[in-house]
């Protein structure tokens, strides 16, 4: 089973409505920002990309949002359902070749 | 392609024992990342290795942690001897290098309780 994550932040949605996960990231010179989906007992599952010279990006259900003058970072899911339940995690990066710093992640629980 | 490979799934072991984690990484990826997860800390960066070759390991907390990659196949991750506060979920993750290497692909981790 899971065995991290107890004291994220937790975001509750109602199944069908939208959801929004927010991410504050700290270094100004990181091009580069990926969300991450992390379901229970499992490893992070890549979702959604988006680089530095846009400021948003749509997949199929998510948008990513990025404000670079206030280094934040957000990811929309439509129309949540009962699979979205997980663990959200932001991560960064610059100059393309650099490890990914992860945020601390957010659990999202979707209510039925 | 099965995706990251990890093994064992869970380890239970004692203080003072040798642990080995096993990775075996997505075939023609060139970049391979080992990373730790806790409550308190998330997921960390230990080490990682491009072409086997360690790049930046000044993720490793302690020289009771090693890690190798003999060949473009397999690494391990090495704890000898093992604490309790080593106890955490390891995955392994690996990429293509070029200006895709940030999308990682992860295992299935191992879960680690060192009693």
């Known amino acids: 089973g899971e065995s991290v994550g107890l004291h994220l932040p937790t975001l509750s949605v109602q199944e069908g409505d939208n959801s929004i996960i927010n991410c504050a990231y700290s270094n100004s010179a990181s091009d580069y920002f990926i969300w991450y989906k992390q379901e229970s007992g499992k490893g992070p599952q890549f979702i959604i990309d988006i680089r530095s010279n846009m400021d948003k990006r749509q997949g199929q259900r998510v948008t990513v949002l990025l404000n670079k003058t206030v280094k934040h970072l957000s990811l929309q899911i439509a129309a949540t359902q009962p699979g979205d339940s997980a663990v959200y995690f932001c991560?960064?990066?610059?100059?393309?070749?650099?490890?990914?710093?992860f945020g601390k992640g957010t659990r999202l629980s979707v209510i039925a | 392609d099965a995706g990251v490979i990890q093994s064992p799934r869970h380890e239970v072991t004692e203080m003072g024992q040798e642990v080995t984690l096993r990775c075996k990484p997505i075939?023609?990826?060139?970049?391979l990342f080992w990373y730790r997860q806790t409550m308190m800390r998330g997921l960390e960066l230990l080490i990682y290795?491009?072409?086997?070759?360690?790049?930046?390991d000044s993720g490793m907390p302690e020289d009771r942690f090693s890690a190798k990659m003999p060949n473009a196949s397999f690494s391990t991750l090495k704890i000898q001897p093992s604490e309790p506060r080593d106890s955490a979920v390891y995955f392994c993750a690996s990429s293509l290098g070029g200006a895709t290497n940030e999308k990682l692909f992860f295992g299935s981790g191992t879960q680690l309780s060192v009693l």
């Open positions: 991560a960064e990066t610059y100059s393309g070749n650099t490890p990914l710093v």
């Open positions: 290795f491009n072409n086997n070759v360690p790049i930046d």
């Open positions: 075939s023609g990826h060139d970049y």
